[in-house]
Protein backbone atom coordinates (compact mmCIF):
# COMPACT_ATOMS: atom_id res chain seq x y z
CA UNK A 1 0.00 0.00 0.00
CA UNK A 2 1.43 3.56 -1.10
CA UNK A 3 1.46 6.49 1.09
CA UNK A 4 0.27 9.18 0.44
CA UNK A 5 2.19 12.45 0.84
CA UNK A 6 0.67 14.49 3.72
CA UNK A 7 -0.56 17.88 3.41
CA UNK A 8 2.02 20.46 3.38
CA UNK A 9 2.12 22.42 7.17
CA UNK A 10 1.32 26.20 6.12
CA UNK A 11 3.85 28.80 7.22
CA UNK A 12 1.44 31.39 7.96
CA UNK A 13 1.47 32.96 11.43
CA UNK A 14 -1.63 34.28 13.34
CA UNK A 15 -1.95 37.80 13.66
CA UNK A 16 -1.43 38.00 17.31
CA UNK A 17 2.24 36.65 16.73
CA UNK A 18 3.26 38.52 14.02
CA UNK A 19 1.96 41.57 16.16
CA UNK A 20 3.47 40.32 19.23
CA UNK A 21 7.10 40.27 17.37
CA UNK A 22 6.62 43.61 15.88
CA UNK A 23 6.23 45.15 19.40
CA UNK A 24 9.03 43.16 20.76
CA UNK A 25 11.18 44.60 18.59
CA UNK A 26 10.20 48.05 18.79
CA UNK A 27 10.50 47.92 22.42
CA UNK A 28 14.13 46.69 21.90
CA UNK A 29 15.00 49.49 19.77
CA UNK A 30 13.21 52.22 22.44
CA UNK A 31 15.69 50.27 25.03
CA UNK A 32 18.79 50.80 22.83
CA UNK A 33 18.17 54.60 22.14
CA UNK A 34 17.98 55.01 25.51
CA UNK A 35 20.78 53.70 26.85
CA UNK A 36 22.81 55.43 23.87
CA UNK A 37 21.36 58.22 25.75
CA UNK A 38 22.87 56.96 28.92
CA UNK A 39 26.33 56.09 27.22
CA UNK A 40 28.79 58.53 28.69
CA UNK A 41 31.31 58.17 25.79
CA UNK A 42 31.10 60.56 23.04
CA UNK A 43 30.22 59.23 19.89
CA UNK A 44 30.12 61.35 16.56
CA UNK A 45 27.27 61.45 14.02
CA UNK A 46 29.84 62.11 11.32
CA UNK A 47 32.43 59.23 10.23
CA UNK A 48 35.73 59.48 11.02
CA UNK A 49 38.49 59.49 8.44
CA UNK A 50 40.54 56.50 8.47
CA UNK A 51 43.61 58.06 6.97
CA UNK A 52 45.84 56.46 5.07
CA UNK A 53 46.85 53.30 6.16
CA UNK A 54 50.55 52.75 7.06
CA UNK A 55 50.73 49.78 4.70
CA UNK A 56 49.79 52.00 1.79
CA UNK A 57 53.37 52.17 -0.41
CA UNK A 58 52.45 55.35 -1.44
CA UNK A 59 51.87 57.44 1.10
CA UNK A 60 54.30 59.73 1.93
CA UNK A 61 54.01 60.60 -1.85
CA UNK A 62 50.14 61.27 -1.09
CA UNK A 63 50.95 63.05 2.19
CA UNK A 64 53.43 65.44 0.45
CA UNK A 65 51.24 66.06 -2.39
CA UNK A 66 48.04 67.07 -0.19
CA UNK A 67 50.76 69.18 1.82
CA UNK A 68 51.54 71.22 -1.70
CA UNK A 69 48.31 72.01 -2.22
CA UNK A 70 47.77 73.51 0.75
CA UNK A 71 50.77 75.65 0.94
CA UNK A 72 49.58 77.00 -3.15
CA UNK A 73 46.43 77.23 -0.96
CA UNK A 74 47.93 79.64 0.97
CA UNK A 75 50.11 81.46 -1.32
CA UNK A 76 47.14 82.21 -3.42
CA UNK A 77 45.20 83.80 -0.55
CA UNK A 78 48.26 85.81 0.54
CA UNK A 79 48.74 86.88 -3.11
CA UNK A 80 44.94 88.12 -3.30
CA UNK A 81 44.94 89.99 -0.18
CA UNK A 82 48.04 91.82 -0.78
CA UNK A 83 46.68 92.72 -4.37
CA UNK A 84 43.43 93.76 -2.78
CA UNK A 85 45.58 95.99 -0.11
CA UNK A 86 47.59 97.88 -2.93
CA UNK A 87 44.44 98.68 -4.89
CA UNK A 88 43.11 100.27 -1.81
CA UNK A 89 46.21 102.25 -1.53
CA UNK A 90 46.93 103.15 -4.86
CA UNK A 91 42.91 104.67 -4.80
CA UNK A 92 43.92 106.29 -1.82
CA UNK A 93 47.09 107.92 -3.00
CA UNK A 94 45.00 108.90 -6.50
CA UNK A 95 42.26 110.45 -4.47
CA UNK A 96 44.90 112.53 -1.88
CA UNK A 97 46.80 113.88 -5.31
CA UNK A 98 43.51 114.76 -6.58
CA UNK A 99 42.21 116.84 -3.26
CA UNK A 100 46.09 118.74 -3.24
CA UNK A 101 45.79 119.90 -7.58
CA UNK A 102 41.90 121.21 -6.58
CA UNK A 103 43.04 122.58 -3.28
CA UNK A 104 45.96 124.51 -5.41
CA UNK A 105 43.98 125.76 -8.39
CA UNK A 106 42.03 128.38 -5.98
CA UNK A 107 38.63 129.54 -5.91
CA UNK A 108 38.54 130.51 -9.68
CA UNK A 109 38.57 126.49 -10.75
CA UNK A 110 35.45 125.92 -8.57
CA UNK A 111 33.23 126.09 -11.24
CA UNK A 112 35.06 123.61 -13.46
CA UNK A 113 35.68 120.58 -10.62
CA UNK A 114 31.56 120.89 -9.72
CA UNK A 115 31.12 120.22 -13.29
CA UNK A 116 33.84 117.27 -13.11
CA UNK A 117 32.82 116.15 -9.97
CA UNK A 118 28.95 115.68 -11.57
CA UNK A 119 30.48 114.04 -14.72
CA UNK A 120 32.55 111.55 -12.38
CA UNK A 121 29.19 110.84 -10.04
CA UNK A 122 27.26 110.28 -13.56
CA UNK A 123 30.32 107.99 -15.10
CA UNK A 124 31.18 106.40 -11.63
CA UNK A 125 28.92 107.08 -8.70
CA UNK A 126 30.66 104.13 -6.43
CA UNK A 127 33.76 105.75 -6.61
CA UNK A 128 32.30 109.48 -5.96
CA UNK A 129 29.98 107.50 -2.84
CA UNK A 130 33.68 106.53 -1.38
CA UNK A 131 35.50 109.63 -1.81
CA UNK A 132 32.33 111.59 0.34
CA UNK A 133 32.79 108.71 2.91
CA UNK A 134 36.68 109.31 3.43
CA UNK A 135 36.39 112.96 2.69
CA UNK A 136 33.17 112.81 6.04
CA UNK A 137 35.59 110.55 8.04
CA UNK A 138 38.41 112.64 7.66
CA UNK A 139 36.22 115.51 9.28
CA UNK A 140 34.69 113.49 11.80
CA UNK A 141 37.94 112.75 13.05
CA UNK A 142 38.92 116.41 12.90
CA UNK A 143 36.15 116.99 15.46
CA UNK A 144 36.50 114.33 17.74
CA UNK A 145 40.20 115.08 18.24
CA UNK A 146 39.39 119.08 18.30
CA UNK A 147 36.48 117.86 21.29
CA UNK A 148 38.71 115.90 23.58
CA UNK A 149 41.52 119.01 23.57
CA UNK A 150 38.76 121.03 24.45
CA UNK A 151 37.60 118.70 27.38
CA UNK A 152 40.88 117.97 28.13
CA UNK A 153 41.49 121.78 29.11
CA UNK A 154 37.76 121.98 31.03
CA UNK A 155 38.52 119.14 33.35
CA UNK A 156 42.37 120.66 34.18
CA UNK A 157 40.13 123.72 35.18
CA UNK A 158 37.99 121.80 37.24
CA UNK A 159 40.34 120.44 39.28
CA UNK A 160 40.80 116.78 40.68
CA UNK A 161 37.36 116.83 42.32
CA UNK A 162 35.20 115.79 39.54
CA UNK A 163 32.53 113.70 39.66
CA UNK A 164 33.02 112.21 36.15
CA UNK A 165 36.37 110.92 36.73
CA UNK A 166 35.57 109.51 40.43
CA UNK A 167 32.35 107.60 39.16
CA UNK A 168 34.18 106.15 36.49
CA UNK A 169 35.88 104.19 38.30
CA UNK A 170 33.92 101.87 39.44
CA UNK A 171 31.84 101.83 36.38
CA UNK A 172 34.39 102.27 33.91
CA UNK A 173 31.61 101.50 30.64
CA UNK A 174 28.64 104.08 31.60
CA UNK A 175 28.86 107.81 31.23
CA UNK A 176 29.23 108.58 35.18
CA UNK A 177 27.77 112.15 34.25
CA UNK A 178 24.64 111.14 32.96
CA UNK A 179 24.14 108.19 35.67
CA UNK A 180 24.83 110.35 38.41
CA UNK A 181 21.94 113.32 36.58
CA UNK A 182 19.29 110.29 36.31
CA UNK A 183 19.83 108.51 39.65
CA UNK A 184 21.48 111.16 42.61
CA UNK A 185 19.48 114.22 41.19
CA UNK A 186 16.22 112.01 40.55
CA UNK A 187 16.47 110.90 44.45
CA UNK A 188 17.07 114.06 45.46
CA UNK A 189 14.50 115.74 43.81
CA UNK A 190 11.83 113.26 44.92
CA UNK A 191 12.80 113.08 48.54
CA UNK A 192 11.95 114.21 51.96
CA UNK A 193 14.40 112.45 54.16
CA UNK A 194 17.80 110.94 53.16
CA UNK A 195 19.80 108.49 54.46
CA UNK A 196 23.48 108.45 53.79
CA UNK A 197 24.77 104.89 54.65
CA UNK A 198 28.20 104.50 55.76
CA UNK A 199 30.46 101.58 56.17
CA UNK A 200 31.70 101.44 59.86
CA UNK A 201 34.77 100.37 58.60
CA UNK A 202 35.90 103.89 56.75
CA UNK A 203 32.96 106.28 57.85
CA UNK A 204 34.97 108.86 56.24
CA UNK A 205 36.06 107.19 52.87
CA UNK A 206 32.51 106.35 52.26
CA UNK A 207 31.40 110.11 52.73
CA UNK A 208 31.72 113.48 50.61
CA UNK A 209 31.59 116.40 51.92
CA UNK A 210 30.24 117.48 48.82
CA UNK A 211 27.33 116.05 48.41
CA UNK A 212 25.90 116.41 52.20
CA UNK A 213 26.35 120.50 51.22
CA UNK A 214 24.36 119.33 47.81
CA UNK A 215 21.55 118.09 50.02
CA UNK A 216 21.65 121.30 52.65
CA UNK A 217 20.98 123.52 49.89
CA UNK A 218 18.30 121.92 48.04
CA UNK A 219 14.44 123.03 48.39
CA UNK A 220 15.89 125.98 50.64
CA UNK A 221 17.15 123.54 53.28
CA UNK A 222 13.97 121.69 53.45
CA UNK A 223 15.78 118.09 53.38
CA UNK A 224 16.76 116.12 55.80
CA UNK A 225 19.80 114.31 56.03
CA UNK A 226 20.51 111.24 58.57
CA UNK A 227 23.94 109.74 58.24
CA UNK A 228 23.27 105.59 59.02
CA UNK A 229 26.62 103.72 59.63
CA UNK A 230 26.05 100.39 58.56
CA UNK A 231 28.24 97.31 59.62
CA UNK A 232 28.92 97.96 63.04
CA UNK A 233 29.27 94.47 64.09
CA UNK A 234 32.50 94.51 61.87
CA UNK A 235 34.04 97.52 64.59
CA UNK A 236 34.81 97.50 68.19
CA UNK A 237 32.39 99.65 70.62
CA UNK A 238 35.10 101.80 71.49
CA UNK A 239 35.54 103.04 67.51
CA UNK A 240 32.13 102.87 67.24
CA UNK A 241 31.31 105.20 69.99
CA UNK A 242 34.02 107.45 68.27
CA UNK A 243 32.92 107.37 65.28
CA UNK A 244 29.33 108.64 66.42
CA UNK A 245 30.59 111.34 68.34
CA UNK A 246 32.22 112.52 65.77
CA UNK A 247 29.62 112.27 62.63
CA UNK A 248 27.10 113.68 65.56
CA UNK A 249 28.85 116.89 65.22
CA UNK A 250 27.82 117.15 61.54
CA UNK A 251 24.13 115.14 61.56
CA UNK A 252 22.05 113.58 63.40
CA UNK A 253 23.64 109.59 63.09
CA UNK A 254 22.35 106.19 63.93
CA UNK A 255 23.82 102.95 64.05
CA UNK A 256 22.12 100.48 62.57
CA UNK A 257 22.91 96.18 61.46
CA UNK A 258 21.07 95.80 58.53
CA UNK A 259 21.89 92.41 58.13
CA UNK A 260 22.98 89.31 59.65
CA UNK A 261 27.30 88.68 59.27
CA UNK A 262 29.04 86.54 56.26
CA UNK A 263 29.79 82.89 57.81
CA UNK A 264 33.37 82.60 59.70
CA UNK A 265 33.29 86.27 60.06
CA UNK A 266 34.91 87.78 63.26
CA UNK A 267 32.65 90.33 64.41
CA UNK A 268 32.08 92.40 67.59
CA UNK A 269 29.33 92.16 70.85
CA UNK A 270 27.06 95.36 70.87
CA UNK A 271 24.29 93.97 73.53
CA UNK A 272 21.52 95.19 72.56
CA UNK A 273 22.28 96.82 68.97
CA UNK A 274 21.17 94.19 66.96
CA UNK A 275 19.62 93.28 63.43
CA UNK A 276 15.67 93.95 64.83
CA UNK A 277 16.77 96.38 67.47
CA UNK A 278 18.60 98.80 65.30
CA UNK A 279 16.00 98.76 62.49
CA UNK A 280 13.13 99.29 64.51
CA UNK A 281 15.32 102.31 65.85
CA UNK A 282 15.47 103.81 62.06
CA UNK A 283 12.26 102.91 61.00
CA UNK A 284 10.60 104.61 64.33
CA UNK A 285 12.42 107.83 63.47
CA UNK A 286 11.23 108.10 59.82
CA UNK A 287 7.34 107.20 61.05
CA UNK A 288 7.67 109.96 63.75
CA UNK A 289 9.40 112.90 60.99
CA UNK A 290 6.10 111.37 58.71
CA UNK A 291 3.13 111.59 61.17
CA UNK A 292 4.24 114.69 62.15
CA UNK A 293 4.46 116.94 58.87
CA UNK A 294 1.06 115.74 57.93
CA UNK A 295 1.48 115.53 54.18
CA UNK A 296 -1.33 114.96 51.49
CA UNK A 297 1.56 112.78 50.38
CA UNK A 298 3.86 110.13 51.99
CA UNK A 299 6.96 110.87 52.92
CA UNK A 300 9.49 109.28 50.27
CA UNK A 301 13.05 108.54 51.90
CA UNK A 302 15.92 108.26 49.56
CA UNK A 303 18.79 106.18 50.43
CA UNK A 304 22.25 106.96 48.80
CA UNK A 305 25.74 105.77 49.47
CA UNK A 306 28.88 103.80 47.92
CA UNK A 307 28.41 100.33 46.32
CA UNK A 308 28.22 97.80 48.40
CA UNK A 309 27.48 99.63 51.67
CA UNK A 310 24.16 98.12 52.71
CA UNK A 311 21.59 100.04 50.89
CA UNK A 312 19.13 97.40 49.77
CA UNK A 313 19.79 95.79 53.33
CA UNK A 314 18.65 98.94 54.95
CA UNK A 315 15.35 98.47 53.28
CA UNK A 316 15.41 94.97 53.81
CA UNK A 317 15.74 95.15 57.38
CA UNK A 318 12.88 97.83 57.55
CA UNK A 319 10.70 95.60 55.79
CA UNK A 320 10.87 92.89 58.21
CA UNK A 321 10.05 95.10 61.39
CA UNK A 322 6.60 95.38 60.06
CA UNK A 323 6.09 92.14 61.17
CA UNK A 324 2.86 89.39 59.91
CA UNK A 325 2.25 86.52 57.82
CA UNK A 326 1.44 89.11 54.68
CA UNK A 327 4.54 91.45 54.87
CA UNK A 328 7.17 88.74 56.06
CA UNK A 329 7.72 88.38 52.32
CA UNK A 330 8.29 91.35 51.72
CA UNK A 331 11.42 91.05 54.00
CA UNK A 332 13.50 90.62 50.84
CA UNK A 333 12.16 93.47 49.35
CA UNK A 334 15.29 94.18 47.35
CA UNK A 335 17.70 91.85 45.76
CA UNK A 336 20.81 91.87 47.56
CA UNK A 337 24.87 90.20 47.43
CA UNK A 338 28.25 90.33 48.71
CA UNK A 339 29.27 92.08 45.29
CA UNK A 340 28.28 95.35 44.35
CA UNK A 341 26.64 96.49 40.96
CA UNK A 342 23.46 94.14 42.33
CA UNK A 343 20.68 97.43 42.15
CA UNK A 344 21.19 98.65 38.91
CA UNK A 345 18.22 101.15 38.84
CA UNK A 346 15.36 102.72 41.39
CA UNK A 347 13.35 100.85 42.98
CA UNK A 348 10.52 102.00 45.15
CA UNK A 349 9.49 100.18 48.51
CA UNK A 350 5.99 101.02 50.25
CA UNK A 351 6.53 100.82 53.47
CA UNK A 352 2.55 102.45 54.84
CA UNK A 353 0.10 105.32 53.26
CA UNK A 354 3.06 107.71 55.19
CA UNK A 355 5.77 106.17 54.08
CA UNK A 356 7.92 104.75 51.28
CA UNK A 357 11.82 104.35 50.55
CA UNK A 358 13.35 104.70 47.44
CA UNK A 359 16.39 102.53 47.05
CA UNK A 360 19.07 103.13 44.44
CA UNK A 361 22.14 101.43 42.41
CA UNK A 362 25.53 102.78 44.31
CA UNK A 363 27.58 105.83 43.17
CA UNK A 364 30.86 105.93 44.01
CA UNK A 365 30.83 110.60 44.86
CA UNK A 366 33.51 112.75 44.88
CA UNK A 367 35.73 112.16 48.09
CA UNK A 368 37.88 115.18 49.86
CA UNK A 369 40.49 113.21 51.04
CA UNK A 370 43.52 113.94 50.45
CA UNK A 371 45.36 111.99 47.89
CA UNK A 372 48.92 112.25 46.10
CA UNK A 373 49.84 114.90 43.58
CA UNK A 374 50.55 112.96 40.71
CA UNK A 375 47.51 111.95 38.68
CA UNK A 376 48.73 108.56 37.93
CA UNK A 377 49.11 107.80 41.61
CA UNK A 378 45.96 109.56 42.76
CA UNK A 379 44.04 106.93 40.33
CA UNK A 380 45.94 104.24 41.37
CA UNK A 381 45.32 105.13 45.39
CA UNK A 382 41.35 105.67 44.70
CA UNK A 383 41.20 102.43 42.54
CA UNK A 384 42.78 100.49 45.62
CA UNK A 385 40.77 102.77 48.49
CA UNK A 386 37.92 102.04 46.33
CA UNK A 387 38.78 98.08 45.98
CA UNK A 388 38.66 98.00 49.81
CA UNK A 389 35.79 99.79 50.26
CA UNK A 390 33.99 96.75 48.12
CA UNK A 391 32.83 99.75 45.73
CA UNK A 392 34.27 97.70 42.25
CA UNK A 393 32.52 93.99 41.45
CA UNK A 394 35.36 91.46 41.61
CA UNK A 395 35.26 90.88 37.76
CA UNK A 396 36.57 94.66 37.04
CA UNK A 397 39.28 94.25 39.44
CA UNK A 398 42.47 94.24 36.68
CA UNK A 399 44.93 94.29 39.54
CA UNK A 400 44.47 93.64 43.31
CA UNK A 401 47.96 93.75 45.05
CA UNK A 402 47.65 97.90 45.09
CA UNK A 403 44.78 97.46 47.63
CA UNK A 404 46.71 95.04 49.53
CA UNK A 405 49.23 97.27 50.00
CA UNK A 406 47.09 100.04 51.28
CA UNK A 407 45.36 97.63 53.65
CA UNK A 408 48.49 96.84 54.63
CA UNK A 409 49.63 99.89 55.61
CA UNK A 410 46.48 100.37 57.56
CA UNK A 411 46.58 97.69 59.51
CA UNK A 412 50.12 97.68 60.46
CA UNK A 413 49.57 101.29 62.25
CA UNK A 414 47.99 98.82 65.14
CA UNK A 415 50.42 95.61 66.18
CA UNK A 416 47.12 93.79 66.99
CA UNK A 417 45.31 94.29 64.22
CA UNK A 418 48.43 93.18 61.96
CA UNK A 419 48.90 90.09 64.28
CA UNK A 420 44.94 89.31 63.57
CA UNK A 421 45.23 89.54 60.24
CA UNK A 422 48.64 86.68 60.41
CA UNK A 423 46.55 84.55 62.63
CA UNK A 424 43.73 84.16 60.29
CA UNK A 425 45.91 82.55 57.85
CA UNK A 426 47.98 80.79 59.89
CA UNK A 427 51.52 82.97 58.93
CA UNK A 428 54.92 83.79 60.48
CA UNK A 429 55.56 87.83 60.98
CA UNK A 430 56.52 89.56 57.64
CA UNK A 431 59.58 90.46 56.33
CA UNK A 432 59.94 93.43 54.44
CA UNK A 433 61.88 93.90 50.83
CA UNK A 434 64.76 95.61 50.29
CA UNK A 435 62.21 98.70 49.83
CA UNK A 436 60.51 98.11 53.20
CA UNK A 437 57.71 96.85 51.16
CA UNK A 438 56.08 93.85 52.77
CA UNK A 439 52.87 92.76 50.27
CA UNK A 440 55.11 90.27 48.20
CA UNK A 441 56.07 88.38 51.27
CA UNK A 442 52.61 88.14 52.59
CA UNK A 443 51.16 87.36 49.21
CA UNK A 444 53.77 84.65 48.68
CA UNK A 445 52.71 83.14 52.33
CA UNK A 446 49.17 83.54 51.60
CA UNK A 447 49.33 81.87 48.32
CA UNK A 448 50.94 78.69 49.85
CA UNK A 449 48.85 78.63 52.65
CA UNK A 450 45.44 78.86 50.61
CA UNK A 451 46.93 76.88 47.33
CA UNK A 452 46.74 79.76 45.19
CA UNK A 453 49.89 77.91 42.69
CA UNK A 454 50.55 77.87 39.58
CA UNK A 455 52.88 75.69 37.13
CA UNK A 456 55.88 74.58 38.55
CA UNK A 457 54.22 75.32 42.39
CA UNK A 458 55.17 79.17 41.47
CA UNK A 459 52.86 81.50 43.99
CA UNK A 460 49.94 83.25 41.95
CA UNK A 461 50.05 86.56 43.47
CA UNK A 462 47.13 87.87 42.24
CA UNK A 463 45.03 84.78 42.50
CA UNK A 464 46.04 85.51 46.42
CA UNK A 465 45.40 88.94 46.81
CA UNK A 466 41.98 88.40 45.10
CA UNK A 467 41.21 85.81 48.27
CA UNK A 468 42.78 88.40 50.61
CA UNK A 469 40.25 90.96 49.50
CA UNK A 470 37.15 88.30 49.42
CA UNK A 471 38.22 87.86 53.23
CA UNK A 472 38.27 91.36 53.73
CA UNK A 473 34.68 91.93 51.98
CA UNK A 474 33.26 89.06 54.44
CA UNK A 475 34.50 90.74 57.43
CA UNK A 476 37.30 87.77 58.12
CA UNK A 477 39.85 90.44 58.10
CA UNK A 478 39.20 92.44 61.16
CA UNK A 479 40.32 95.95 60.60
CA UNK A 480 38.63 99.52 60.77
CA UNK A 481 40.02 103.64 60.45
CA UNK A 482 40.19 105.18 63.27
CA UNK A 483 38.80 108.93 63.95
CA UNK A 484 40.85 111.56 62.94
CA UNK A 485 42.11 113.95 65.12
CA UNK A 486 40.47 117.13 64.10
CA UNK A 487 37.24 116.29 65.35
CA UNK A 488 36.33 120.11 65.78
CA UNK A 489 37.69 121.45 62.53
CA UNK A 490 34.17 121.95 60.21
CA UNK A 491 32.04 122.13 63.16
CA UNK A 492 30.46 125.77 63.53
CA UNK A 493 27.46 126.62 65.81
CA UNK A 494 24.76 126.68 62.84
CA UNK A 495 25.60 123.12 62.02
CA UNK A 496 24.84 122.18 65.96
CA UNK A 497 21.89 124.00 65.95
CA UNK A 498 20.83 121.93 62.66
CA UNK A 499 21.59 118.90 64.34
CA UNK A 500 19.38 119.71 66.95
CA UNK A 501 16.59 121.08 65.40
CA UNK A 502 16.28 117.81 62.99
CA UNK A 503 17.32 115.30 65.88
CA UNK A 504 14.01 116.82 67.98
CA UNK A 505 11.58 116.68 64.56
CA UNK A 506 12.59 112.82 64.58
CA UNK A 507 12.60 112.70 68.05
CA UNK A 508 16.22 111.22 68.65
CA UNK A 509 16.67 111.84 71.69
CA UNK A 510 15.56 108.73 73.43
CA UNK A 511 16.25 106.88 70.02
CA UNK A 512 20.33 106.58 70.52
CA UNK A 513 19.93 110.27 68.60
CA UNK A 514 21.56 113.43 69.17
CA UNK A 515 23.51 114.59 72.12
CA UNK A 516 26.48 113.23 73.74
CA UNK A 517 25.58 109.40 72.90
CA UNK A 518 24.55 108.32 76.22
CA UNK A 519 22.06 105.77 75.69
CA UNK A 520 24.60 103.80 72.99
CA UNK A 521 26.98 103.99 75.78
CA UNK A 522 24.98 102.39 78.31
CA UNK A 523 23.99 99.74 75.70
CA UNK A 524 27.44 98.80 75.04
CA UNK A 525 28.77 98.91 78.94
CA UNK A 526 25.67 96.80 79.74
Keep these: MV ?11 PVRLRHRIEKASVAKQRKQRKLAKKNPEWRSRLKKDPGIPNLFPYKDKILHQIEEKKRLKEEEVLRRREEARN ?24 DETMEHETLTESSNPLAALLASAEARAVEYEGESESDGDDAGDHDDSEGDMD ?46 REIEREIMAADAG ?29 YPTLPLRASTPAPNAR ?28 LKRSTTVGIIGYPNVGKSSVINALTGCLGG ?38 IVFPSSLETPTSKKEKKKDDRARLILLNAIPPKQITDPIPAITLLLSRLSASHASLDNLLSVYGIPPLIPGVDGDVTTDFLVQVARKRGRLGK ?59 GGGDEVDEVMDE
Design 222 to 250: SKRLILILNKIDLVPPPALKSWLSYLRRY
Design 267 to 294: TFDHKSLTVKGTSETLLRALKTYAHGKQ
Design 325 to 362: GATRSRSTACPVGAEAGITTALREVKIDNKLKLLDSPG
Design 456 to 514: GGVPNLTAAAMTVITDWRDGRIQGWVDVPGDEEEGTTGDQKEVVSEWAEELRLEGLWGA
Design 3 to 13: NKPGKPKSKRT
Design 163 to 208: LEASANLSQPHDPSRRAFDNVYKTILSSSDIILYVLDARDPNGTRS
Design 87 to 110: TAVSKATRHDAADNEDGENGEHLL
